[in-house]
């Protein structure tokens, strides 16, 4: 079992930065590919980034590219979505997932609004 959970979602004007993390408990996180997906109201969850087990590896959205950087740190159990030049699209909210099959886990969301 993985427990899952993001913080660092906030109100942000357009054009802005924000930094989400998501802290995992558990020995083998490094075995998990890790990633994000959001939602925002009315919409499906959709994927925005994922990242390798080793972490070489990265994968976003069309729509984040460019703008959104994953990345992690094995030694802290942590990922991390770097978010820049943030739209009003972007307003949602934001789950972390680790994918080990057969298992995936999803933390709590953490709510990002994008607005002046």
């Known amino acids: 079992q993985l427990v899952l959970s993001e913080s660092g979602g906030g109100l942000v004007q357009p054009g802005g930065s924000l930094r989400l993390s998501c802290v995992t408990s558990?020995?083998?996180?490094?075995?998990?590919?890790m990633g994000w997906f959001r939602q925002a109201p009315g919409k499906e969850r959709e994927f925005v980034a994922a990242?390798?087990?080793?972490?070489?590896?990265?994968s976003y959205s069309n729509s984040v590219k460019g703008r959104f950087t994953i990345g992690r740190d094995d030694a802290k159990n942590t990922m991390y979505l770097q978010m820049n030049g943030l739209k009003d699209d972007d307003t949602a909210v934001y789950y972390c997932?680790?994918?080990?099959?057969?298992?995936?886990?999803w933390g709590q969301g953490t709510q990002v609004t994008v607005s002046s």
């Open positions: 558990g020995r083998t996180f490094s075995a998990y590919v």
């Open positions: 997932y680790a994918d080990r099959p057969p298992a995936t886990y």
């Open positions: 990242i390798s087990q080793s972490g070489a590896r990265t």
